[in-house]
């Protein structure tokens, strides 16, 4: 195995991990909250029952944040240059396998990953197994089986 030195950024890489690590840990010990994307976007599309203003607006302002950054990345010139190797056609198609797989899962793997792994979650450690497992096994089926 040989390590692409151009591309292999672990400054970068840590940097992002303590910003969402420090958002993670600001969202629950403020607002008592867990950082799942796919649970704070169907709390606001899918509307909680019994679910005041405040909640709707802490939903919002953090899902404004998720693409208001990249936006602002993009505008400041530090976007990096992304390259997806897949038509509109596997990325839609992925993108629902993905949803199903956290509906079944209970949450994501921002939810599972970073916030309930930290807390221990048993739960959320075997999710999260499995979502890394799914991961390797689809690269490697995709890549070696495949030929892509």
Sequence with gaps: MTIDFVHFTPG???AGGLIIGIAAAVLVLCNGRIAGISGILGG???GLRGQSCGDRAWRAAFLAGLIGAPLLAI???LAPEVDIE????QTLVAG???GVG???AGGCTSGHGVCGMSRGSV???VATITFMAAGFLTVFVQRHIFGG
């Design 44 to 46: 606001l599309l899918g």
């Design 123 to 125: 739960r959320s450690i």
């Design 75 to 77: 505008a400041a010139g």
């Design 102 to 104: 956290t509906r079944y």
């Design 86 to 89: 897949a038509g509109w056609t």
């Design 12 to 14: 970068p890489a840590l």
């Design 96 to 98: 629902f396998i993905v």
